[in-house]
């Protein structure tokens, strides 16, 4: 981490202020960036939350509990003199990455000569959540390499779906010349990707945030430029720095691509964790997607992190599910239905999966999102649940 660990520290008032700050008192490293008796808007951006209390109440576990919900990617450290029984497991479970256990009584030499341990908490509480370290989510990158075939549609309701199951998600459009995720979410391009290249700066997890919009799910979305003409200054190494810190602060990072391999888009499947491609029952389509998953094989990456969604799987044109299998050599893992109300849902703004609800295309991307989540779904289950039977 460049620069010192800004800390910013919050207090319930039972506890000397000179003491806190003699704890944190390592002048390259640690910088304490505010100093405030609770929580509230507007407070500076930070690496870490100290909640220092002299003895732990309820009010402490709020404090913690807040500044978790307020930034899960910035980890919580509790400094406390000491507490009734079971006052640690109540910390952890309000969400406290670590504790600093301080004597009683405890003045300012005291509280100095405690600085190391201290340092060596926060530090580790910092590492815990770097990227490097990997507690990053994942990275899930739409793959269609032909037009229409449904990466947006995939993109947007699969954000929908993971923000519906309180997954912290994000989409990044990709498609920077002819984006249309903005449009899929309803949500006006007030603040894009270009603006947050504009901005200029280094780059963290609070900055990126000013960038994003956020759709009343609670999924946020990092929008294409409003002009084509201003994608051609977004670089392969400033988007790799913004999927780094995307990462650090969401459970899913989801890339809607254009339809074809750009440098960009090559440069999300380099970095990502999982690959979903996206094809519908036809031959250009599908002949593309085979060139597309061929492709990845050559780029080296696992078959194991590539997930394949059949849309407008129930057409009737002539091609089986079983030709799907023949031709791609997999089976599809969701299938999405062909149906009007995705296409009013796409030009409503209002993606499907929490429009409808019941539908079959719902069920087809919240399935599809469970696949992304902890939650095992088996392939039985998965199809019975679409409530598709195999054509052909
Ligand atoms: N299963 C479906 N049922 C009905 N309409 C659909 C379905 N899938 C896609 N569409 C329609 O097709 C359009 C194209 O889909 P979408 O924008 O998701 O494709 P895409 O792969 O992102 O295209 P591009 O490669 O041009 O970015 C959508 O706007 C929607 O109206
Ligand atoms: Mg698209």
């Known amino acids: 981490m460049k620069g010192p660990t800004r800390i910013l520290v ?6 000397d202020e000179s003491v806190i700050r003699a704890l944190l008192s390592a002048p390259d490293e640690l910088q304490v960036v505010g100093f405030y008796d609770g929580l509230g808007h507007h407070m500076p951006a930070a690496d870490v939350l100290v909640v220092a209390c002299g003895v732990y109440s309820e009010e402490a576990g ?13 980890p919580v450290l509790l400094v406390t003199q000491g507490a009734p029984n079971g006052y640690v497991d109540h910390a952890y479970q309000a969400g406290a990455a670590d504790l600093v256990v301080l004597p009683q009584p405890c003045d300012v ?36 390499p032909k037009g229409g075939s449904g990466k947006t549609l995939t993109a947007t309701n699969l954000a929908a779906a993971l923000a519906d199951a309180g997954r912290r998600v994000v989409v990044v459009d990709l498609d920077l010349q002819f984006g249309d995720v903005g449009l899929a979410l309803g949500l006006a391009p007030e603040k894009t990707v270009y603006d947050l ?23 946020r979305a990092l929008l294409a430029p409003r002009r084509p003409d201003q994608a051609g200054l977004i670089t392969v190494e400033f988007l790799r720095d913004v999927f780094a810190v995307l990462r650090s602060s969401h459970d899913v990072v989801i890339v809607d691509t254009p339809p074809a391999f750009t ?51 129930d057409s009737q044109v002539g091609i089986s599910l079983d030709d799907v299998d023949a031709i791609i050599g997999r089976a599809p893992d969701v299938l999405v239905p062909s ?54």
Do not use: W
Request: proline fraction near 3%; charge should be positive.
């Open 10 to 15: 919050v207090h319930d008032g039972t506890m």
């Open 339 to 392: 149906d009007r109300a995705i296409t009013r849902s796409v030009n409503e703004g209002a993606p499907i999966a929490l429009k409808a609800k019941a539908s079959q295309a719902a069920q087809a991307f919240h399935a599809l999102a469970s696949l992304y989540t902890d939650i095992p779904v088996t392939a039985a289950r998965r199809r019975r649940r679409l409530g598709f039977s195999r054509t052909g």
């Open 263 to 313: 440098p960009e888009m090559i440069a999300a499947v380099d970095v990502s964790t999982d690959v979903c491609v996206v094809a519908m029952l036809d031959a250009l389509s599908l002949k593309n997607l085979k060139l597309g998953l061929e492709t990845l094989e050559l780029m080296g990456y696992p078959q194991s992190a590539i997930r394949f969604v059949l849309n407008r799987a």
């Open 62 to 74: 709020s404090l913690i509990r807040e500044g978790v919900e307020d930034r899960p990617e910035r």
């Open 197 to 219: 290249l504009s901005s200029g700066g280094s780059m963290d997890a609070e900055k990126v945030e000013a960038f994003l919009v956020e759709h009343e799910s609670g999924a």
């Open 109 to 144: 030499n005291l509280a100095r000569a405690m600085s190391h341990q201290v340092l060596f908490t926060i530090n580790k509480a910092v590492l815990k959540r770097d990227p490097a370290a990997g507690g990053e989510g994942k990275m899930v990158v739409l793959v269609g």
